[in-house]
């Protein structure tokens, strides 16, 4: 069986991943050697050996760093970020897009001196930024459905959780979703 494709999830030394969006994930050449360097702790494994010519073991599918990284700091704003703190839905039409469907609008036009920052910026459908054209918000006949601020990272992390990547493997799940009801 191939080991290509079979990636670990990274937690904090708490056990909380490292990124809800982008998931935090590494490849499994670079799970094994931060086990070698013994910077991390194995949680969970595939079923998937490796093997070199003294040793051989599971893959890593969960590791956890032994020293804690505090990811306290502002988030950056990026076009991406400001999508994310939208939840990648248009905030005039309130429908979810794919971030390359989504454009940013400035309440206040930036030929009107307005600046391209947090409390000025919403993710718009086209055809929204379109219709809204280069007028202030009370002269649109637009809403917004919240006016933007500057997110916190706890606030982006919470919003990553709506987004899955494509590819989960069963022993993730615990490590990510600690709000899902539990079965019997």
């Known amino acids: 069986m191939s080991v290509i494709g079979s990636p670990a999830l990274v937690l904090n030394a708490d056990f909380q991943p490292l990124s809800y969006y982008p998931l935090s994930l590494c490849s499994w050449q670079d799970a094994v050697k931060a086990v070698f360097l013994e910077r991390v702790s194995v949680i969970e494994s595939y079923e998937q ?3 070199s010519p003294s040793i051989s073991f599971k893959l890593p599918s ?4 032994k020293n804690f990284i505090m990811q306290h700091r502002r988030p950056v704003f990026t076009r991406f970020n400001v999508f994310l703190r939208d939840n990648f839905t248009c905030q005039y039409c309130y429908q979810r897009y794919s971030a390359n469907e ?28 379109f219709k809204k054209g280069r007028r202030l918000l009370k002269h649109s006949n637009m809403k917004l459905e919240k006016m933007p601020s500057r997110p916190t990272s706890a606030q982006l992390q919470n919003n990553g959780r709506n987004f899955p990547p494509n590819f989960l ?15 019997d």
């Open 169 to 183: 493997h069963e022993s993730w799940r615990d490590y990510l979703y600690w709000d899902t009801e539990l079965q």
């Open 62 to 65: 969960v590791v956890a760093l």
């Open 102 to 129: 989504l454009t940013f609008d400035h309440l206040i036009p930036r030929y009107l001196n307005g600046k391209t920052i947090w409390n000025n910026v919403v993710s718009a459908c086209t055809s929204c930024n």
């Open 49 to 51: 050996v490796v093997r």
